[in-house]
């Protein structure tokens, strides 16, 4: 689940990158791609991948990679826990300035920004395109589009997605049917739901605490655009930003029909102890609220409701492999991360996480069909692959997140009105964006 990133620590991240290159730069199209690579591991080849997965997720993934270390007679992978995601990045930073970046690592894409930037990642090109270790066409068009556009800087593939989810609506289908509602589709029913459901200690509708950095997806909802990304301009302040944050606030602070979730932390708690009727949330939460929800309620999940249009952002983390490592390393991790890749291990992935498998073949495989059909709440995902998108790739973008969360976050929990916040919020992004071009 997404944490709400530290202001603080883009700073911390700035300093990082300048002591690591020059910031802003992007990655030159001209570099060759048909690179020799080698083509076989001839030696024993240890290798650490770094990741941030805790709980049930790394018990998922220790049973993946010892599987793989079996099947491997070369190939050994260490896995290393570097606690949170904010920790893994700020450890993989540190490591790139003293010259001891793991093999691998899990990254998100405006984390692979700043890495192209600077040269610390493996353009993967050359290790797909090769005809010994690589992927035929079709296996690489056999990854869902998003994530193969998420992966791409200037027809470069610079990461192989991992642990892919996007946010569904959560709901309690007791409290659904005593009131007799139906699933929401709009905003208007999403409204009309939880201003129903709202009654004695039961708010109607909760929102994560890092709502503000799914802002974007509201504002597409609306029919807005958040950014142009050719022109690189912000464009949270218009009609329909305000439409989004007037129609968040009203819930929140007006009609008190919806709530954050607080000292909670995340909503999976209050929502499975029935303080509230309905949540937004990562699929990647299903697990946890599976776990935490028996003996208590019932429940199941649903797509986003939508205003104008449908649009839910992709979240989670890629594989990268970093340019530090010895070219033996860099094909012991690109064969890990095909194994990571491939349809049967991301079916394994998605039915024990909550996460989507990022294959096509994998969706339509009948493991997985059936599966769904036997766990309908993990389908609500996969259902809106139509309308996902990912955060597009722009210099600044990491400040830029936690620029426009900030100020959206300062309005829902009443420090500034919806007009100062939309200001702020579109200011401060277009000044991330326009100090990472310096």
């Known amino acids: 689940m997404k944490k709400i990133i530290n202001l603080l620590f883009v700073c911390l991240l700035a300093i990082s990158l300048a002591a690591c290159g020059t910031s802003g730069k992007t990655a030159d199209p001209e570099k060759k791609t048909t690179a020799e690579i080698p083509t076989k591991i001839d030696k024993p080849v240890t290798i650490e991948f770094w990741h941030a997965m805790t709980g ?17 007679s070369n190939i050994t992978v260490k896995l290393v826990n570097q606690g949170t995601y904010d920790d893994l990045n700020k450890k993989l930073m540190a490591a790139a300035k003293s010259h001891t970046s793991p093999a691998m690592a899990q990254a998100y894409g405006d984390w692979m920004q700043d890495y192209i930037n600077n040269e610390l990642i493996t353009d993967l090109t050359p290790y797909i395109q090769n005809k010994t270790v690589g992927w035929s066409e079709a296996e690489l068009n056999d990854i869902v589009k998003v994530f193969r556009e998420e992966n791409t800087w200037n027809n470069k593939f610079y990461g192989v997605p991992f642990n892919k989810s996007t946010e569904i609506l959560f709901y309690n289908t007791d409290m659904f049917k005593e009131n007799n509602l139906t699933v929401p589709t709009t905003w208007d029913e999403l409204e009309k739901a939880a201003q129903t459901l709202t009654k004695g200690n039961v708010v109607g509708m909760g929102f994560e605490n890092a709502i503000g950095l799914n802002f ?45 979730a607080g000292e909670d932390k995340y909503m999976s708690d209050p929502f499975t102890r029935g303080d509230v009727g309905m949540y937004i949330g990562s699929s990647a939460g299903i697990s946890f609220v599976s776990s935490s929800a028996q003996g208590k309620i019932n429940w199941a999940t649903a797509p986003l409701p939508g205003d104008k249009v449908a649009s839910t952002q992709f979240q989670g983390t890629n594989l990268v492999v970093f340019d530090s490592a010895e070219d033996q390393q860099k094909l012991a991790s690109w064969e890990f991360m095909k194994f990571l890749s491939s349809k049967e291990q991301t079916i394994f992935w998605a039915k024990n996480t909550g996460y989507v498998p990022v294959r096509e073949s994998a969706l339509k495989d009948p493991e997985w069909l059936k599966y769904i059909e036997e766990n309908p709440n993990y389908a609500a995902a996969e259902e809106q692959f139509d309308a996902g998108y990912h955060f597009p790739h722009l210099n600044g973008a990491f400040a830029m997140k936690s620029a426009f969360s900030t100020e959206i976050q300062a309005v829902l929990v009443g420090q500034k009105s919806v007009e100062q916040g939309l200001k702020d919020a579109q200011k401060n992004s277009q000044d991330a964006l326009d100090k990472a071009k310096k």
């Not at 790394?58 to 099947?71: A, I, R």
């Not at 142009?228 to 968040?248: C, I, P, R």
């Open 56 to 72: 049930g997720l790394e018990k998922t993934l220790q049973t993946m990679t010892e599987e793989f270390n079996d099947s491997q």
């Open 216 to 260: 974007p997806t509201w504002v597409q909802q609306a029919g807005g655009k958040f950014v142009d990304v050719d022109s690189q301009k912000v464009t949270f302040d218009t009609a329909e930003g305000k439409k989004a944050l007037t129609f968040l606030n009203d819930m929140i602070n007006n009609k008190k029909i919806a709530r954050l």
